[in-house]
């Protein structure tokens, strides 16, 4: 089975978003990832230390079967766009999954992809994201079948939520030869990856620092 994939990107969006879910999606048997934008060309990540190359124009490519959009800071002024805004929901009509990582889940809930649905982002747009009318959950991936609708929590959830596609897509064993493919073991140095776990000064700090994490 052939799957396009189109990943959206923008000016400062973070790279694990869309890097980490294209290293697992574009192992997929049959599977083409697409980086598309408004414009293709380059487009720089929020700390400008990066670029990836959009190949296609929004308009060039409006059927994918999966969408992954990836969150960073770029997303605040996105989710006031009709263009793209009107591309998700027109891409969302035909899709087999309609997904986000991060402050990504803002543009699906700026559609109104989430209305009343339960969603995740990184924890510091929660507010921001039930302004849009979705219900914010500290989970790590939140899905619905029947809405064919995966938020993933913040940045490097993203993988996790494209394993969790890929099952879907191709079955349990190839995504986990995808998962050893890749060798995704995570054993951090350190217990401080969500606000459950990490000790209150490191929470504050990155509430302080919050243009570089989200």
Same mark, same amino acid.
């Given at each position: 089975?052939?799957?396009?994939?189109?990943?959206?990107?923008?000016?400062?969006?973070?790279?694990?978003?869309?890097?980490?879910?294209?290293?697992?999606?574009?192992?997929?048997?049959?599977?083409?990832?697409?980086?598309?934008?408004?414009?293709?060309?380059?487009?720089?990540?929020?700390?400008?230390?990066? #670029?990836? =190359?959009?190949? *296609? !124009?929004? +308009?060039? %490519?409006?059927?994918?079967?999966? $969408?992954? @959009?990836?969150?960073?800071?770029?997303?605040?002024?996105?989710?006031?766009?009709?263009?793209?805004?009107?591309?998700?929901?027109?891409?969302?009509?035909?899709?087999?999954?309609?997904?986000?990582?991060?402050?990504?889940?803002?543009?699906?809930?700026?559609?109104?992809?989430?209305?009343?649905?339960? #969603?995740? =982002?990184?924890? *510091? !747009?929660? +507010?921001? %994201?039930?302004?849009?009318?979705? $219900?914010? @959950?500290?989970?790590?991936?939140?899905?619905?079948?029947?809405?064919?609708?995966?938020?993933?929590?913040?940045?490097?959830?993203?993988?996790?939520?494209?394993?969790?596609?890929?099952?879907?897509?191709?079955?349990?064993?190839?995504?986990?030869?995808?998962?050893?493919?890749?060798?995704?073991?995570?054993?951090?140095?350190?217990?401080?990856?969500?606000?459950?776990?990490?000790?209150?000064?490191? $929470?504050?700090?990155?509430?302080?620092?919050?243009?570089?994490?989200?």
């Amino acid at each position: 089975m052939k799957i396009e994939i189109a990943i959206p990107i923008f000016d400062r969006f973070t790279a694990l978003d869309a890097v980490g879910p294209y290293e697992v999606l574009s192992r997929l048997p049959g599977a083409t990832v697409h980086f598309v934008a408004a414009e293709p060309g380059p487009k720089r990540t929020e700390t400008r230390m990066l #670029a990836l =190359t959009a190949d *296609l !124009a929004l +308009d060039e %490519l409006t059927d994918p079967e999966v $969408v992954v @959009v990836p969150g960073g800071y770029g997303t605040r002024e996105l989710a006031r766009d009709e263009q793209i805004l009107g591309w998700l929901r027109r891409a969302h009509e035909t899709s087999l999954r309609t997904t986000s990582v991060c402050t990504g889940s803002l543009l699906l809930a700026a559609a109104g992809l989430l209305d009343g649905l339960e #969603a995740t =982002t990184h924890w *510091l !747009a929660f +507010d921001t %994201l039930a302004e849009y009318g979705a $219900v914010p @959950v500290e989970r790590r991936v939140v899905e619905h079948t029947e809405a064919r609708i995966i938020t993933a929590a913040g940045v490097s959830s993203g993988i996790d939520m494209a394993l969790t596609l890929a099952a879907h897509i191709a079955g349990d064993e190839i995504a986990q030869a995808i998962q050893l493919g890749i060798e995704y073991d995570p054993q951090p140095p350190f217990d401080s990856g969500s606000t459950a776990k990490a000790p209150p000064g490191i $929470v504050e700090l990155v509430r302080g620092a919050a243009g570089t994490f989200a």
